[in-house]
Each structure stands twice: as structure tokens, then as C-alpha cells.
């Protein structure tokens, strides 16, 4: 089993910066694919942003929803078994709760799609102010 526990989440004003945590454990060697999810209010939950671990486990390569390219940056401390997402320039459209998700298998032409994913977080609320 894979546990997957997030923090970080919290109030912030428009243009302010907030950093997400996810940090995993259980069976997470064969994890080759981690993920960050939303959900904001009334909406169904949308794909923010996937890490793929390659077989050598060195190299990763990352895939950005189009909406914070440029804004929001996924990386990972191994030694922690954590994920990390710094937000930057945050809008009031990026309040949400957002998940992490992981799971063994990289679908290369769906990871957007939540339901390829088999470990989820609790989810942690991020709210944007005005």
C-alpha cells in the first residue's frame, strides 16, 4: 500500500506564493508517476500538473496544465520521499483543493486524466483572495 499525505495549503492574496507538500509512503519504489490535482468549488476536479520517473530513476520529465506554466513548479527531495509544488503568482482562479496522486504505471497519453491514478491524498484547501 502507498499512503500519500499533503500540507501546505492555506489562505493567500492574489499574487502571493504558497508551497504544497506531498509526502509519501508505504511501497513507493515502483511509483513511477506523480501527480498534482484540483479541485475548485462547483467544479469537477482538473489535472495541474505530472511527474514521470524514468527507469534509471535519475531523470524525470514534467507536463504542465497550460493555466500555470510559467507560475507553478513540481519538484521532488527523494531522501523525503516528497513532492513538493511551489505556486507562484497566484489568481483567485487557483483556489481549490488540491490533491496529490500517484501511481505505478505512466499512461503516456492520458496522465491528465484522475482516474489513472490508484493513491490519493487527503487534499489540502488553497484559497486565493482578491
Do not use: H
Amino acid at each position: 500500500q502507498v499512503q500519500l499525505v499533503e500540507s501546505g495549503g492555506g489562505l493567500v492574496q492574489a499574487g502571493g506564493s504558497l508551497r504544497l507538500s506531498c509526502t509519501t509512503s508505504g511501497r513507493t519504489l515502483n511509483l513511477v508517476a506523480m501527480a498534482w490535482f484540483r479541485q475548485p468549488p462547483g467544479k469537477e476536479r482538473e489535472f495541474v500538473v505530472a511527474t514521470r520517473r524514468t527507469a534509471d530513476r535519475i531523470y524525470y520529465t514534467t507536463y504542465y496544465t497550460d493555466s500555470v506554466k510559467g507560475r507553478f513548479t513540481i519538484s521532488r527531495d527523494n531522501a523525503k520521499n516528497t513532492v513538493y509544488l511551489q505556486m507562484n503568482s497566484l489568481k483567485p482562479e487557483d483556489t481549490a483543493v488540491y490533491y496529490c496522486a500517484a501511481d505505478e504505471t505512466w499512461y503516456s497519453t492520458s496522465y491528465t486524466d484522475s482516474r489513472k491514478y490508484d493513491y490519493w491524498g487527503q487534499g489540502t484547501q488553497v484559497t486565493v483572495s482578491s
